[in-house]
């Protein structure tokens, strides 16, 4: 099968590398799958990302060739391509429709690269920007569509009723994201269907030893609000007060990077935590995979109306036998039920350290947790599985391609 796969930045960037087992998935299995970064600027972050660039059709959101390219097109469906333009207008706030309008020359681009390639199904990951190009070049192309819905981008409310309406499916990767979805779609709830982020399961993922020093602590994520660092300090300092030893690892940047080196100067805590700055994410699978960390440890929180999905680095962890400990916040409780991990409430520093000493303390409990949580992962997130049923929901969206433009017809979609 032909795919356009529209990202943000992957493969470029040291975001979106959730992503990178999908399409590794989708390729092993004998598709042609064409990647399509929105704004690719930066530089191939991710090992694992470096083979993908031959798959991949790279272009700025503005370029001279982008430009020639949209007029081409606009030439050639003039009517479709105003078409897609009014629907556009609909955008709920004029930053979204300025958004919007800023990436139309390139969703033309993508539909006449769509044609050239023969693709039989666009996707693009996300509900925003990256999902609009998907939108328009489906309505100039009558190509079949659909998109993945994560956590910020619905709550943005990018023309999502009218995406959900038009596309073969809209994908939501958690319980929690398929509700509020559905409560977008205004009638059109049928088209949303939950489908997990799947992740890659380790054929030689080795448990890790009994360690008679410190317990090794990965802490994975951006360094941002949400992902709650602040409370893993204090889950730190109340374990050092006790006499655990703990030492711990962040993975990742971001803008708190400089008030998380002044909070774990203030806690003592400097000898005991590693800022590990950006990590490529084939070097962290292979920490995992060999045991480097005896627990993975996900302190989110609810920042501003905005919450964790399920997040991969979790599911990843799981599946090298690594006990995680995480928040019960957004879609993390999904993954983790049936004691699949620990869960303690969000913004609880002592409800954490008492998490971690119980898996330090209680060795039954660590390796009930460590099969568990590997049970858990094969059976509901392995990523085989998920594109079995992410290439099926396609193979019925192209065979209701005719009933679903006549659907578009009626919503003035398309010409």
């Given at each position: 099968?032909?795919?356009?796969?529209?990202?943000?930045?992957?493969?470029?960037?040291?975001?979106?590398?959730?992503v990178?087992?999908?399409?590794?998935?989708?390729?092993?299995g004998?598709?042609?799958?064409?990647i399509?970064?929105?704004?690719?600027?930066?530089?191939?972050?991710?090992?694992?990302?470096?083979?993908?660039?031959?798959?991949?059709?790279?272009?700025?959101?503005?370029?001279?060739?982008?430009?020639?390219?949209?007029?081409?097109?606009?030439?050639r469906?003039?009517?479709?391509?105003?078409a897609?333009?009014?629907?556009?207008?609909?955008?709920?706030?004029?930053?979204?429709?300025?958004?919007?309008?800023?990436?139309?020359?390139?969703?033309?681009?993508?539909?006449?690269?769509?044609?050239?390639?023969?693709?039989?199904?666009?996707?693009?990951?996300?509900?925003?920007?990256?999902?609009?190009?998907?939108?328009?070049?489906?309505?100039?192309?009558s190509i079949?569509?659909?998109?993945?819905?994560?956590?910020w981008?619905i709550?943005?409310?990018?023309?999502?009723?009218?995406?959900?309406?038009?596309a073969?499916?809209a994908?939501?990767?958690?319980?929690?994201?398929?509700?509020?979805?559905?409560r977008?779609?205004?009638?059109?709830?049928?088209?949303?269907?939950l489908?997990?982020?799947?992740?890659k399961?380790?054929t030689?993922?080795?448990?890790?030893?009994?360690?008679?020093?410190?317990f090794r602590?990965?802490?994975?994520?951006?360094?941002v609000?949400?992902?709650?660092?602040?409370?893993?300090?204090?889950?730190?300092r109340?374990?050092?007060?006790?006499?655990?030893?703990?030492?711990?690892?962040?993975?990742?940047?971001?803008?708190l990077?400089?008030?998380?080196?002044?909070?774990?100067?203030?806690?003592?805590?400097?000898?005991?935590?590693?800022?590990?700055?950006?990590a490529?994410?084939?070097?962290?699978?292979?920490?995992?995979?060999q045991?480097?960390?005896?627990?993975v440890?996900?302190?989110?929180?609810?920042?501003?109306?905005?919450?964790?999905?399920?997040?991969v680095?979790?599911?990843?962890?799981?599946?090298?036998?690594?006990?995680v400990?995480?928040?019960e916040t957004?879609?993390?409780?999904?993954?983790?039920?049936?004691?699949?991990?620990?869960?303690?409430?969000?913004?609880?520093?002592?409800a954490?350290?008492?998490?971690?000493?119980?898996?330090?303390?209680?060795?039954?409990?660590?390796?009930?947790?460590?099969?568990?949580?590997?049970?858990?992962?094969?059976?509901?997130?392995?990523?085989?599985?998920?594109?079995?049923?992410?290439?099926s929901?396609?193979?019925?969206?192209?065979?209701?391609?005719?009933?679903?433009?006549?659907?578009?017809?009626?919503?003035?979609?398309?010409?």
């Open positions: 099968m032909k795919i356009i796969y529209i990202t943000v930045a992957i493969p470029f960037g040291n975001r979106e590398a959730f990178l087992s999908e399409i590794e998935e989708l390729l092993s004998g598709n042609s799958i064409k399509v970064p929105l704004n690719p600027r930066e530089a191939v972050t991710h090992g694992n990302a470096l083979p993908l660039l031959q798959h991949t059709a790279r272009q700025d959101v503005v370029s001279p060739a982008i430009l020639g390219s949209a007029l081409r097109i606009a030439l469906y003039p009517l479709r391509t105003l897609a333009a009014a629907c556009l207008l609909q955008s709920r706030s004029l930053k979204i429709l300025a958004k919007n309008l800023v990436v139309f020359p390139k969703a033309l681009w993508v539909a006449k690269l769509a044609e050239e390639f023969g693709a039989e199904h666009i996707h693009a990951q996300w509900a925003g920007c990256s999902s609009t190009l998907a939108f328009v070049a489906s309505r100039v192309t079949p569509w659909s998109f993945t819905a994560h956590r981008d709550p943005e409310n990018n023309l999502l009723r009218l995406k959900i309406a038009s073969a499916f994908r939501g990767i958690d319980e929690d994201g398929v509700a509020e979805l559905r977008c779609a205004q009638g059109y709830a049928d088209r949303v269907v489908l997990h982020i799947g992740v399961i380790p030689a993922a080795r448990k890790p030893d009994e360690n008679g020093g410190n602590i990965l802490v994975p994520g951006f360094l609000p949400k992902k709650g660092h602040t409370y893993m300090i204090g889950a730190l109340i374990l050092a007060s006790r006499g655990v030893a703990v030492h711990a690892d962040f993975a990742g940047e971001g803008p990077e400089d008030e998380i080196r002044a909070q774990l100067i203030n806690a003592g805590l400097q000898d005991k935590v590693n800022l590990l700055g950006l490529a994410h084939d070097e962290l699978m292979r920490g995992l995979a045991g480097r960390w005896d627990a440890v996900l302190p989110s929180i609810m920042e501003n109306g905005h919450k964790e999905g399920i997040p680095s979790l599911m990843e962890a799981m599946s090298c036998y690594i006990p400990i995480s928040t957004g879609g993390i409780p999904e993954l983790l039920r049936g004691g699949a991990g620990l869960l303690v409430p969000e913004r609880d520093a002592e954490l350290a008492n998490a971690i000493q119980r898996l330090i303390s209680d060795t039954g409990l660590y390796k009930t947790l460590a099969t568990a949580g590997r049970t858990r992962v094969e059976e509901g997130f392995a990523v085989a599985a998920t594109i079995r049923e992410f290439l929901l396609i193979v019925r969206a192209n065979g209701n391609s005719h009933g679903s433009r006549e659907r578009q017809q009626s919503l003035g979609l398309v010409p």
